[in-house]
Structures are given as C-alpha cells and as structure tokens.
C-alpha cells in the first residue's frame, strides 16, 4: 500500500527558533510536493522537488529531497508567526500527463508562538 | 491570469437533500481534481477527471459523482446528504509541465449539512 507518513503532526514552537518536518513516503517516486494551508483556507503550492537531492528555498523555509531515502524534509530557519500554518506534502506516483496519482501526508499543524 | 474558482464558497444543506459543487480549472488545464477536506479524515481525494473522463476515484460511496464537461468545467455531486458529508470540498486544476504535474487548489465550497 502506498502511504506517506509525516511527522509530527502537530508542532508548537516558539518565535526565532528553528525545525524540521519530515515527509517519509514508501515507494519510488522522484517527485515531492509541499503545500501550505492557513485554517479554513485553500491550499497553496510551496515548492517542487523533482530529483533526487533537490533542494528548494523561499525565505525561511527549505525543503529537501532524498529519494534513495524516500524522504523530503521541510526545515524552517528562525520561525515567525507568520509561519503558523499546517503543512502537507503529497508525492507523485503519475509517470506522464494522462496517469496521475498524488499520495498526501496527513499534515502537520505548525503553531509558532510569539 | 484566472486561478481556480469553485462556487459556490458556502453552502448550507439538510440531511437527505442533494448538491452540486462546480469548478472551473484555469484557463488550459485538462484535470480537475476534487477533495473532501474534514478535521477527522483530514484531506481525501474523491476523483479526478481528465479530458471529460474520469480516470481516478477514491474511497467514496457512490453519493458522490462527478462529471466534466468539454470546457474542462467541473461538477461534482452528493446525493443524500450526510450529517458526514459537511467538510472543505476543494477542487485542483492540473497541467503537466514535461516532467510534473503543476496542481493549483481552488478555494473550496465549506458544506454545512444540518
């Protein structure tokens, strides 16, 4: 069965410091996506990952793949209440155009204390 | 350019009654995806349809049905409400980009069924 796992699920954290949230998923895919939710909201595409030791960096947050390790990190430097959100990844099992299956993690739910 | 629009954004509903949740994909976008979003089952996708056909569905009973029409427009359609089926129902326009799948999420209907 197909599953990706992130971890934690719910973190709280205070301003300045920094984390890491991990995104383990269980079969092959060189293609990793990181959204963005703010509470009752759409969700918002973060970054792409398509190759094995991609790394991707807007502001404060980096995200990172491993594939050999079927693992993508998404590390946040010196945190800010902005940041407070919950944070999906989803991997991509689709090999071209007309076969698309995207497997998501079940969040994590990111509270940055002032 | 036009991102994703679903309508409507709110929707209240009694049990046993039906409702249609419309998408409209940006503009050249072939899919459409659709997801129920609930604090419990967190995010869950129920289908996607690719060029007016469904190519995907997800654990769903068959309340929930979908079309998509020559415009790339999209339907979605739960009969017999369920006190269960009040969540976020976000749509997702798709297009592949030679290499991955670039999805962009409209900003959900909320249903309320009472």
């Known amino acids: 069965e197909l599953k990706v796992e992130q971890n934690p699920l719910f973190l709280s954290m205070q301003e300045g410091k920094n984390y890491t949230i991990y995104c383990n998923y269980s079969?092959?895919?060189?293609?990793l996506y990181w959204y963005r939710q703010d509470p009752g909201k759409s969700l918002e595409s973060l970054f792409v990952l398509l190759s094995n030791g991609a790394v991707k960096q807007e502001g404060r947050l980096m995200a990172s793949l491993d594939t050999k390790a079927r693992l993508s990190t998404l590390h946040i430097t010196a945190a800010v209440h902005d940041l407070s959100a919950t944070y999906f990844c989803?991997?991509?099992?689709?090999?071209?155009?007309?076969?698309?299956?995207?497997?998501w993690g079940a969040g994590t739910k990111l509270i940055i204390k002032p | 350019k036009a991102g994703v629009t679903q309508t409507p954004r709110y929707l209240i509903k009694t049990r046993g009654q039906q409702v249609t949740l419309s998408c409209s994909p940006i503009?050249?976008?072939?899919?459409v995806s659709w997801y129920q979003q609930t604090p419990g089952q967190g995010l869950q996708f129920l289908f996607e349809?690719?060029?007016?056909?469904?190519?995907n569905k997800g654990n769903f009973p068959g309340r929930f049905s979908g079309r998509q029409f020559s415009n790339s427009r999209s339907e979605m359609n739960v009969s017999t409400l369920e006190l269960g089926d009040s969540a976020l129902y976000l749509c997702a326009s798709r297009r592949w980009r030679g290499g991955y799948n670039e999805q962009f999420f409209g900003p959900g209907t909320r249903l309320t069924v009472l």
């Open positions: 503009s050249g976008h072939r899919s």
């Open positions: 079969t092959t895919s060189d293609r």
């Open positions: 989803a991997v991509d099992m689709g090999l071209m155009d007309s076969n698309y299956q995207l497997i």
């Open positions: 349809y690719f060029s007016e056909t469904q190519r």
